[in-house]
């Protein structure tokens, strides 16, 4: 099946975990795929295999916390691609300080990976596509958290406010807003977690696999979900049915 053929498809987050996974898959789907990303060796593995399917990728050395670096990977994909028909936004962070112990430097870098950059994407981004669509990375944690993590649910809960209100003010026609959210995926996020390592956060169902989050995210973003606007579809193997 090929969804994407003749769309260029910008994934940040791209280097690992479901970012890495929804490239491969927007590639292997007829895309061409940007990879933003952190990891030099990483981001060039995964254009790598993208091209290796038979499909066009690049890649670009991106810290999405530096608003610089997102205006010129966007740049670079407008200059050689002439266009951006979807934006994955996957790139995440989280800390694990208590709150009243928090350096408010770190709560401001959890909210420009996690918030800014999602700001800064669409601006950049939606006033290029016309029938494009954007999903947006939340996670479970926007509805059901757990101690010393509240910068990262924080910036969850305001993503999917921001998707909401997004889908709104920009027209249907030139772009679809939606948000995806998470349960627990197999990813080194996930492993490093101390709260997962101590049994804080319990992981009492199901963990999905960057494969599995990435056929959704790839959903949201097709032209199948045409009627999908302005919302959140949580895939997380029933964690919030617990509730």
């Known amino acids: 099946m090929f969804r994407f053929s003749n769309k260029v498809c910008l994934v940040t987050g791209a280097t690992s975990g479901i970012g890495r996974a929804t490239a491969v898959r927007l590639g292997r789907e007829g895309a061409t795929v940007i990879c933003l990303g952190r990891e030099v060796k990483a981001g060039h593995e995964v254009e790598a295999e993208i091209k290796a399917g038979g499909s066009e990728a690049l890649f670009i050395k991106t810290d999405v916390g530096k608003d610089a670096e997102l205006v010129h990977a966007v740049e670079q994909t407008l200059a050689r691609f002439q266009r ?14 208590p709150l009243l112990e928090m350096d408010p430097a770190d709560w401001d870098r959890v909210q420009n990976v996690n918030m800014r950059a999602l700001f800064r994407l669409c601006q950049l981004c939606i006033p290029h596509m016309k029938g494009g669509a954007v999903v947006a990375i939340s996670s479970v944690h926007a ?10 649910a924080a910036s969850k809960g305001a993503t999917e406010a921001f998707v909401r209100g997004l889908s709104l003010e920009i ?6 807003i939606n948000a995806l959210a998470p349960g627990a995926v197999e990813t080194p996020m996930l492993r490093s977690n101390p709260n997962v390592q101590n049994g804080t956060e319990k992981i009492t169902g ?19 979900a045409s009627f999908i606007n302005g ?13």
Do not use: K, W
Not at 206 to 224: K, W, Y
């Open 206 to 224: 199901q963990i999905g696999t960057p494969d599995e989050l990435a056929a959704a995210i790839c959903f949201l973003a097709s032209d199948e």
């Open 171 to 176: 027209p249907h026609t030139q772009a679809r």
């Open 84 to 97: 951006i028909d979807v934006l994955i936004n996957d790139a995440a962070m989280m800390t694990f300080t």
């Open 231 to 243: 919302t959140t579809l949580v895939v997380d193997g029933g964690r919030l049915a617990q509730l």
């Open 143 to 152: 509805f059901q958290t757990t101690p010393n993590v509240v910068p990262y």
